[in-house]
């Protein structure tokens, strides 16, 4: 059975930074893209980044890019995100989810091909 569990979470003011971990279980980290949504409440889930099953090839939505760093432990089966420069806009609980492939299709921002998902973990930016 997989398992994915966020963790990271908090409260933090505008122009801080933190950093989200996503562990893994039940099945073969590597072999799995891996993303990283959010979600607030009433509105739709956004894709945040997605990261190939080795690590070097990343994407990220247009509103994160230049601040947020997604990478990945294959050895420890985590999973990453580094926000820096937050903003209010990024309020949101975000989701980790694992992919049934091992590359981010043209479609990972809808969610598409990703199975395995977390419980999520909110994330507050106060101005």
């Known amino acids: 059975q997989v398992q994915v569990v966020e963790s990271g979470g908090d409260l933090v003011q505008a122009g801080g930074s933190l950093r989200l971990s996503c562990t893994a279980s039940?099945?073969?980290?590597?072999?799995?893209?891996m993303g990283w949504f959010r979600q607030i409440p009433g509105k739709e889930r956004e894709g945040v980044s997605c990261i190939n099953w080795t690590g070097i090839i990343t994407d990220y939505a247009d509103s994160v890019k230049g601040r947020f760093t997604i990478s990945r432990d294959n050895a420890k089966n985590t999973l990453y995100l580094q926000m820096n420069s937050l903003k209010p806009e990024d309020t949101a609980m975000y989701y980790c989810?694992?992919?049934?492939?091992?590359?981010?299709?043209?479609?990972?921002?809808?969610?598409?091909?990703?199975?395995?998902w977390g419980q999520g973990t909110q994330v507050t930016v106060s101005s």
């Open positions: 039940g099945l073969t980290f590597e072999n799995h893209v």
């Open positions: 989810a694992i992919g049934q492939y091992t590359h981010c299709s043209n479609s990972w921002r809808h969610g598409r091909g990703f199975d395995d």
